[in-house]
């Protein structure tokens, strides 16, 4: 035996026996108890490393300053704007 782990066994074996009330108990009562909702809510956008234009990038960050609105959230809608016809029929990102 290592003496790292004959020092913890001894360590062990020295520890008092405690009353089984400092243990957890047999039987619980959960009749009293509220009921939460979800810990945590749904996940809706994943993080992700994208390189853009610098005209690009400073474009949507001047827009950002003048509507006080996040530049980030911005590319988001600009995106998903182009991307709304995709669902009626017409091809999403044809030129």
Sequence with gaps: MFPRARRIVG?????????????????YDFS?????GAARPVKRKTRITIYLDDEVLEEFRSLSERCG???????????????????????ALAD
């Design 11 to 27: 360590c062990i074996n020295r520890l008092p026996d405690f009353p089984a009330r400092f243990f957890m108990n047999t039987e």
């Design 32 to 36: 009293t108890t509220v009921t939460r």
């Design 69 to 91: 609105t996040g530049y980030q959230t911005l590319i988001n809608a600009a995106l998903r704007t182009r991307l709304a016809p995709a669902g009626k029929g017409q091809p």
